[in-house]
């Protein structure tokens, strides 16, 4: 497998923590991206991961229009273009009418 470079985007709330709102890493597989994004922005890891590695549950993770947590594992080939996006859930607050 051959490396690619591909956009790591980042969630809004942690744009201030990481410096930016997207990541440029080179890798061959999701999971090596997403440790890229995670050697290049430490921060990221414990927003986003819970003590074992794996996501936290508010945390999803796309591969373009894919959800990860659709996959068996994130040692999926990348392609050049690919995109890797992080979301966090976000729930709470008023209901309507209040």
Known sequence: MSRVAVD?????????????????????????????????????????????????????CFLNDHNTRDMKNLNVELREGDEVAFVAAISGGATAGE
């Open 8 to 60: 790591v985007l980042i969630p809004a709330m942690l744009h201030a923590v990481v410096g930016s709102k997207r990541l440029r890493v080179e890798a061959a597989t999701l999971a090596e991206a997403v440790e890229a994004a995670f050697r290049a922005a430490p921060a990221l890891r414990f927003h986003l991961c819970e003590d074992d590695g794996r996501f936290r549950p508010h945390v999803l």
